[in-house]
């Protein structure tokens, strides 16, 4: 059960596109498609933007898109809006119906 | 509207019992995995506990196991969590979530508005 390892910043510009990583291992990340991602605003609960590693909700933007590789799954956002600022937040099923997040990453819109 | 509401929180002893709640309304709660996560001041999330739709199978973080029970009554769509010899490491805001993944495999599609739970003396 220990955390999944993401970067603590990452920054982009308006416009551009950024990818953030979350890397865990063979028995949770490397070992199921089933990697979800959530962003959180300051005092806001988390709001999910990806499941199943790359399926979007309804209602979530096209610009946020998500992948696996191995143990590393990722999320990449383009063309970099300011309100895509917050924290976003990796989990991956760790088997036996339990899940771990990563340490969260706070990007920041130059 | 699909949504849940959060009950209970506050300031408890270390050592000390608290109960959280959350009501669910707008869908069918018999129908979900049920989870709560938290959050320490200033820093990420942690998965806690689950809860099968029919409370048939519950799973905890390691860290509360033998401490906290997650417990659920479907027939009044709400979600516990009873936490007992709190420390102060529990200290943080605790969402109930709603799973939306049919085997409880993590999909965390409606969050509760958080609760903070404070231990201290």
């Known amino acids: 059960q220990s955390a999944l390892t993401q970067p603590a910043s990452v920054s982009g510009s308006p416009g551009q596109s950024i990818t953030i990583s979350c890397t865990g291992t063979s028995s949770d990340v490397g070992s199921y498609n089933l990697v979800s991602w959530y962003q959180q605003h300051p005092g806001k609960a988390p709001k999910l933007m990806i499941y199943e590693g790359s399926m979007r909700p309804s209602g979530i933007s096209n610009r946020f898109s998500g992948s696996k590789s191995g143990n590393t799954a990722s999320l990449t956002i383009s063309g970099l809006q300011a309100e895509d600022e917050a924290d976003y937040y990796c989990c991956s099923y760790a088997g036996g119906s339990t899940s771990v997040f990563g340490g969260g990453t706070k990007l920041t819109v130059l | ?121």
């Open chain 2, 1 to 121: 509207e699909v949504q849940l509401v959060q009950f209970g929180g506050g300031l408890v002893q270390p050592g000390g019992s608290l109960r959280l709640s959350c009501a669910a309304s707008g869908f069918t709660f018999s129908s979900y995995w049920m989870t709560w996560v938290r959050q320490a001041p200033g820093k990420g999330l942690e998965w806690v506990a689950n809860i099968h739709k029919e409370g048939s199978e519950k799973n905890y973080v390691d860290s509360v196991k033998g401490r906290f029970t997650i417990s659920r009554d479907n027939a009044k769509n709400s979600l516990f969590l009873q936490m007992n010899s709190l420390r102060a490491e529990d200290t943080a805001v605790y969402y109930c979530a709603r799973d939306g993944s049919y085997y409880g495999t993590g999909e965390f599609d409606i969050w509760g508005q958080g609760t903070l739970v404070t231990v201290s003396s």
